[in-house]
């Protein structure tokens, strides 16, 4: 039986990624896109071999689709998502779920209730190099983990240089873009959840409207591990990576901070360097396809609602440390790591 998605939101992302991702699936067909301009939806839907397009929420749900994949700018989400589980559709919505964890929560709580799948697009838990640094931490290779770095500052492409950098009321800011995922990857690669975070933010001279466009974060995680995150936007030759030290042995990543399946592992220990393989699938199609088992009722999405919530919580947390100028706990009242 296939899978009859509706796009909410006529995207970058969708145009770059999530489109392919979905045609990848041997059950995935995309229906209809809305856009909130007809003209745009008509002429997106045109580009992308799209049959229908229509600029209404109704229209969109009312068209004969399965699921939804929300991709609109941040504050648009909540309501958007909210609708579509009250249609009785599944959700794959893009991170920050929304604007507050609190909203989250009402998304996570709408999903269970009306018994459908609802995924948050945290594309970077597919990475293979993200999935073998797992296993080789839940498999001791590093003895007891202690401490990890992640480096994600990048340099905002021009053509995104829109909303995330204007206008703090659609969610902009680097925190809402880049720091959640850092969140959702650090609980991933460590199997553990954060506790607390103090963050530094700045303007280092491309994000307007007192919004931030850079971040560095510190962070303590339930087993004791602390770990540093630096997000920008604004630095156009910084490396991306990951690092996590522990008591036997230390992982090496490089490159791995991206949306392709690229960049390389390496494992330090007693014994020496030793270079991990690892599965080297699209990213957003390995999302997809976790996300089209879940709704044929085989697991759950790569990454769940419950899981969005956790790195909006943590993002949250980290804007008001940053603001507040002291630690800030990190609860997102919810279960625990998955
Ligand atoms: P875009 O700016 O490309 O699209 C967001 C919205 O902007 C669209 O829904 C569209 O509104 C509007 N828009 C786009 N182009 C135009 C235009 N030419 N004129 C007027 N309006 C336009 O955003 P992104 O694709 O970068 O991000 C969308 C969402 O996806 C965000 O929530 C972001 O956080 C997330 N994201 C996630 C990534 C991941 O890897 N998980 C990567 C990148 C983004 P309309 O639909 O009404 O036409």
């Known amino acids: 039986m296939s899978v009859r998605w509706g796009l909410i939101g006529a995207s970058t992302i969708a145009r770059q990624f999530m489109i392919d991702a979905i045609r990848a699936q041997a059950d995935g067909e995309i229906v209809a896109v809305m856009s909130s301009s007809q003209e745009r939806a008509a002429a997106y839907a045109g580009e992308n071999g799209i049959p229908v397009a229509v600029s209404t929420l109704d229209a969109l749900l009312n068209a004969d689709i399965d699921a939804v994949y929300i991709s609109t700018t941040n504050e648009l989400h909540l309501e958007q998502a909210l609708a579509a589980i ?135 995680f339930k087993s004791g591990v602390i770990a540093q995150s630096h997000e920008g936007f604004t630095t156009k030759f910084a490396g991306i990576g990951f690092e996590v030290h522990g008591s036997d042995g230390s992982l090496f990543a490089s490159n791995v901070m991206t949306q392709k399946p690229v960049g390389s592992v390496l494992l330090r220990t007693a014994k ?47 804007l008001q440390s940053a603001k507040t100028g002291k630690a800030v706990a990190i609860d997102p009242k919810l279960g625990s790591a998955s």
């Open 86 to 220: 009250k249609a009785g559709k599944h959700v794959l919505c893009e991170k920050p779920l929304a604007l507050s964890s609190a909203d989250a929560r009402k998304m996570v709580a709408a999903a269970k209730a009306a018994g459908v799948v609802l995924g948050t697009n945290h594309h970077l838990r597919n990475a293979g190099a993200h999935r073998a640094m797992r296993e080789a931490i839940a498999a001791g290779r590093i003895g007891k983990p202690i401490a990890a770095r992640v480096f994600h500052s990048v340099y905002l492409p021009e053509n995104l240089q829109g909303w995330r950098i204007t206008r703090p009321e659609a969610g902009g800011g680097v925190v809402l873009d880049i720091t959640v995922h850092d969140a959702d990857t650090l609980r991933f690669v460590l199997g553990d959840d954060p506790v607390e975070i103090s963050a530094f933010t700045q303007s280092a001279g491309m994000a307007g409207s007192g919004l931030e466009d850079g971040a560095m974060c510190i962070w303590r």
């Open 272 to 318: 020496g360097e030793e270079e991990l393989s690892f599965d080297r699938e699209d990213l957003y199609t390995r999302s997809l396809r976790r996300f089209h088992a879940a709704i044929h009722g085989d697991g759950q999405p790569s990454a769940t609602g419950e899981d969005g919530v956790w790195s909006l919580t943590s993002a949250e947390a980290a």
